[in-house]
């Protein structure tokens, strides 16, 4: 960049110097001199903040002048223009920066797999030069719980983030731009919960019809059970207490074909919902309950899509409208279309699991998302398993990359850090209909951003 020492970075309006100097930030992490920020100065690059454009632009001539009209979009902005001045890809000339969707997300898997905070500090620099601006902190999973908890500290595994680093985590994402999205699934996932519980643990009849315990999934005929999940669920609320969303997962709680293989939730089901409810009303009744709760708590509470108006069930109880799906997969036959919940009226995130998953080890059959097959081949209207769904960016507000850490030593941190950031460029520069950089740019951009300095 031709930025040398004594520029100026200079801002139209006082509430832009948060982002004036997350921008001095982030030009120290890729060796760039820092600008001396001014009010008053015409500077070398200068940011505008005008509520009345209607695009964001960035133009190029003697000096970089970034115009949004707020804040945030300011700030996305003059990332984007620093990215692709450093890439020698900003023409000169007015650039138009703008996305086919509003929601660009990261999930990360730090249950199964320990994440330090200096590795998730690393993945919010990534994502913020990538122009996402949500990061989705799914912390426990069958293999582990890696937040610190007071409310069952037993369940907590041996390598974890305190609170005190979380806090810290919430507010280097918030001057990034970037919000955080807890991420505690229920009622299946729960082995590391459930193991020293099981009389939580819900109970199927196998083939020999022998009645066995499923050590994942959570008894919800169970009162008590369901309220100590809650329980959980309220003590994290308390410490995300900045994030609007909160995903509670629901997915993958009992094979959802053979849901009369449990014989409590289908006696509770009809005791509660009546003789003509099955099993599933009894696992739709309790993601209500938790959708109800995080409601109450003040969240807009998120769930994956697979267990939901599933082409062989006819429901008595239905899923609550105060949710958003996060859909994932079409896999088998019998799960819904991202159609259904579109004309049911609920808002749907693409995790398009074809093309989004890097699931560690490649396990279960996918293997790791590529920066080219990206580039070449998605495009925001493409959902997973070839279903093809026109954007529109209401009701269909986003795209998500996800990282699964099924096979936990496959790769460490620093390679999935490095592997997994380049498809956050990928992803960007599809959602903006601009693709400028080759993955060897991105790659060498992401060496020097990942510098230890």
């Not at 449990?262 to 009546?274: C, D, S």
């Not at 009303?281 to 109800?292: K, S, W």
Request: charged share 25%; proline share 4%.
């Amino acid at each position: 960049m031709f930025l040398t020492n004594e520029w100026i970075l200079s801002v139209n309006h006082p509430s832009l110097l948060v982002v004036a100097r997350r921008i001095n930030q982030l030009l120290e992490k890729v060796g760039q001199v820092k600008g001396r920020i001014s009010q008053t100065e015409t500077g070398l690059v200068e940011l505008r903040l005008d509520r009345q454009v209607n695009a964001n632009t960035i133009e190029k001539n003697e000096r970089i002048v970034v115009t949004a009209k707020c804040t945030k979009a300011v700030l996305r902005t003059a990332t984007h223009a620093i990215l692709r001045e450093l890439l020698g890809q900003l023409a000169v000339g007015v650039t138009t920066v703008d996305y086919a969707q509003g929601r660009r997300i990261f999930m990360l898997d730090m249950a199964r797999k320990y994440y330090s905070k200096a590795t998730i500090i690393k993945f919010i620099d990534a994502l913020s030069f990538a122009q996402f601006n949500f990061l989705q902190l799914h912390f426990s999973e069958n293999e582990g719980f890696r937040i610190e908890c007071q409310t069952a500290p037993e369940i907590v595994s041996d390598e974890f983030l305190t609170k005190a680093e979380i806090k810290e985590i919430i507010q280097y994402a918030h001057v990034a731009g970037i919000e955080i999205i807890p991420d505690f699934d229920s009622p299946g996932h729960l082995k590391q919960i459930l193991k020293n519980r099981p009389e939580w643990q819900l109970v199927k009849k196998n083939e020999a019809g022998e009645l066995e315990k499923n050590p994942t999934a959570l008894d919800i005929s169970n009162p008590e059970a369901v309220a100590f999940i809650v329980s959980i669920y309220e003590e994290f609320a308390q410490l995300f207490t900045s994030s609007r969303y909160f995903h509670i997962g629901a997915d993958e709680f009992v094979d959802f074909d053979e849901m009369e293989a449990y014989p409590e939730i289908q006696a509770h089901a009809k005791a509660v919902y009546g003789e003509q409810a099955e099993g599933i009303d009894a696992f739709v009744g309790y993601v209500n309950h938790i959708i109800e709760k995080m409601n109450q708590f003040g969240f807009i509470p998120q769930v994956w899509n697979d267990g939901f108006f599933r082409l062989n069930r006819a429901e008595v109880v239905k899923l609550s409208q105060d949710v958003e799906i996060s859909y994932w997969t079409k896999w088998n036959k019998n799960m819904a279309p991202v159609e259904t919940f579109i004309e049911k009226g609920y808002t749907v995130t693409n995790f398009n699991d074809n093309y989004f998953y890097y699931v560690l080890g490649e396990n279960a059959g996918y293997t790791y998302p590529q920066y080219d097959k990206v580039v070449t081949h998605w495009k925001p209207d493409m959902w997973p398993q070839e279903q093809v769904i026109a954007v529109e960016p209401v009701q269909l507000p986003g795209v998500a990359v996800a990282v699964w850490n099924d096979i936990p030593d496959a790769q460490t941190q620093e390679e999935v850090l490095n592997n997994v950031s380049q498809i956050f460029f990928a992803v960007m520069q599809k959602q903006s209909n601009a693709v400028f950089a080759t993955k060897e740019q991105i790659e060498t951009f992401l060496t020097t951003l990942f510098e230890d300095k």
